[in-house]
């Protein structure tokens, strides 16, 4: 048995669950998630609270290790869809290196990290950014996905390098550091 899975989850005021079928959608004040679910699953929504359970619970040649994965996974990307239209997603980003920096202008972010040319992102109709100071962006969403995703996307332009630790990185992110050359030895 699922421990994620056979949890309940609340829905908060203001949030609308619809269940078609193989399609739970979830609506809220931060905008519209769609997910679609096996059939292996059932969802049930009834008195402000989603249930998910196994579709085929006596059926012993299915029941097995992998339902209870499925289980746990349908439950928490639905928890996640409930979470993100009601209060929303962000991610944090540090810039660290001199003459690295991050600008807003209209809906693009600018990034320059040391390369000849600056690097660009697009704000997207549901990934947002903002740029609190000149080293900070902060990416949100309704989408944990979408949010994690853009992050990646914008720390892989200029990971954290071991020496130095000059780049972009998570908030709160540990920079594993490397020593650097002792120098010549005295022969």
Request: net charge positive; hydrophobic share 35%.
């Amino acid at each position: 048995m699922s421990r994620i899975g056979k949890m309940p989850i609340t829905v908060p005021a203001g949030v609308d669950v619809k269940i078609d079928g193989d399609l739970v959608t979830v609506k809220g004040k931060l905008g519209t998630l769609e997910q679609k679910i096996s059939p292996r699953v059932t969802v049930e929504y009834e008195n402000n609270t989603i249930t998910v359970s196994i579709a085929n619970e006596n059926d012993k040649s299915r029941a097995g290790r992998g339902d209870n994965a499925l289980w746990g996974l349908t439950r928490s990307l639905i928890n996640n869809m409930v979470i993100g239209v009601s209060e929303g997603y962000q991610k944090k980003l540090e810039i660290v290196g001199v003459g690295y920096n991050a600008q807003k202008n209209g809906k693009t972010l600018t990034l320059n990290v040391g390369y000849s040319h600056p690097i660009t992102f697009e704000e997207t109709d549901d990934v947002t950014f903002e740029c609190p100071d000149a080293v900070t962006i902060i990416v949100k969403s309704a989408s944990k996905q979408a949010v994690g995703e853009i992050a990646s996307q914008i720390r892989s332009k200029r990971p954290p390098e071991p020496y130095l630790g000059k780049g972009i990185k998570y908030s709160g992110e540990y920079i594993r550091r490397k020593a650097g050359k002792a120098g010549k030895a005295a022969h």
